[in-house]
């Protein structure tokens, strides 16, 4: 088992009651899922996020912490948390990094993988 080793699970949702496609503001809220796979224990000190809408626009987000926590995570536990992004496109990518420091002083990046920030199809049925 590698010892500085965070898992990444995402769960985007579209927010239709946030949004207004009339006026191209599109909000999507994100749950992410961190888990400390590694087996030492690790504080989740910043993020750094990129976000690019259909058209090509990016913005670019950094700071400290996320939601205002900097958990630090035991082996084997979890921290979840909530948080949406507004685009101008009804689609679009997010990709990023946290930064963490093990408690022995170790720094370490945890990659969050591209995924997809969609609105629905209107009237597609179920595959």
Known sequence: MPQHQFAVHVRPEYLPTQSSPMEDS????YTIT?????SVAAQLISRH??????FGETQVVDGLGVVGHQPLLQPGEAFQYVSS???????GI??????CVGVDG????VAVPPFA???????????
């Open 34 to 38: 961190l888990s400390n796979t590694g």
């Open 117 to 127: 920030l969609n609105v629905p199809a209107a009237g597609r049925g179920p595959d």
């Open 49 to 54: 996020w990129e976000i690019e809408d259909a």
């Open 26 to 29: 599109y909000v999507f809220s």
């Open 106 to 109: 170790h720094r370490f990046e």
């Open 94 to 99: 997010m990709s990023g990094h946290f930064f």
């Open 85 to 91: 992004a507004r685009l101008h496109a009804a689609m």
